[in-house]
Structure formats: structure tokens, C-alpha cells
């Protein structure tokens, strides 16, 4: 498709929508709204629709392939590890159990500034870090190091986890 053609079918479409948001938490404190946090997006169709509209609907829709990329990048559903179509299947099953469990964990043990972190992010920012693992007796603890900037977060899910049925 060259250039000329994509420009002649944007200008052909009935409606668009263009929309600008920013995250926002609700902790009580302040925010600075500069230009350069606000994210911007573009949406384009042949519907005769309200510009919120068309946001509302097509908004639900470009989420799946997030979730698709996550999956592939922090859990390999993308790799196949043997010949035999029953283990793969197995092997797949498997790994998106774990993907529905991290998100699980996601939603009921993080904090609301962490939930929107792939496993990626999560695996740098709260499993790569220096810790001992110390056997006192028959229980094992874990201590963190002392230069860990999310010991609190870590803390806190810690303790939510133990409170899940």
C-alpha cells in the first residue's frame, strides 16, 4: 500500500477519533500534567459515530495483542519444545496456566502502580535482586538486601499472598 493510497482511505472514513489521556492515581498527592505525559491515540473507521464512541469500542479490542506479546515475550507460549503434538499441547496449557496465574496474583496482590507491569518488568524489577535464602530450623527465609528500592512493595504482596485463599 503506498502512501497515497492509505491518505485517500483515512480521508474517505466517515469518522475518527483522536485522544489524549494520562495515568492517574489516586493517592492523594498532587500530580504535575506536563505535555510529555499525555499519550495520544488515533482511531479511524467508516461508522458514523461519536468520537467517545468510537474510543469505547474499538478501545476493548487492542488489548488482546498486548496480552499476546506478553505472553510470548515473559512465558515463550510462541516456542515449541518437542515433536510430538501432545507434550506441545501439554507445554502450552501449561504456560498459559502460569500467565493466568501471574495475572491473578497481579490483580489481587499489587499495589495499583504496579499492575500495569509485564512480567518482564516484574521479573527486573522485584525477582532480580540480591537476596539470601536462610534454613533456620525447617523453615526457610527469605532476606532481601538492604539497597532494594521496592523491599515495601515486595512486603506488602508478600503479605497479600499469604492472605489469598
Not at 492509505?6 to 483522536?18: D, F, M, P, W
Not at 467517545?52 to 469500542?57: E, G, L, M
Not at 525477582?127 to 525447617?138: D, E, P
Amino acid at each position: 500500500m503506498t502512501h497515497s493510497t492509505l491518505y485517500r482511505r483515512v480521508r474517505e472514513c466517515e469518522a475518527s477519533a483522536i485522544i489524549r489521556k494520562m495515568k492517574r492515581y489516586d493517592d492523594g498527592h498532587p500530580q504535575l500534567e506536563l505535555d510529555l505525559f499525555w499519550q495520544y491515540e488515533a482511531m479511524v473507521t467508516t461508522e458514523a459515530w461519536e468520537a467517545i464512541d468510537v474510543w469505547r469500542f474499538y478501545n476493548q479490542r487492542c488489548c488482546m495483542e498486548n496480552y499476546i506479546k506478553d505472553g510470548k515475550n515473559g512465558f515463550a507460549i510462541h516456542r515449541i519444545p518437542t515433536l510430538s503434538f501432545a507434550a506441545n499441547e501439554i507445554d502450552l496449557l501449561l504456560k498459559l496456566l502460569a500467565y493466568n496465574l501471574f495475572e491473578r496474583f497481579k490483580l489481587q496482590c499489587w499495589n495499583p502502580i504496579h499492575r500495569s507491569f509485564t512480567i518482564h518488568q516484574f521479573r527486573r524489577e522485584f525477582i532480580h535482586c540480591a537476596g539470601v535464602l536462610v534454613r533456620s530450623g525447617r523453615q526457610f527465609t527469605l532476606k532481601l538486601a538492604q539497597s532494594f528500592q521496592n523491599k515495601w512493595a515486595w512486603l506488602r504482596m508478600e503479605q497479600k499472598s499469604i492472605l489469598l485463599e
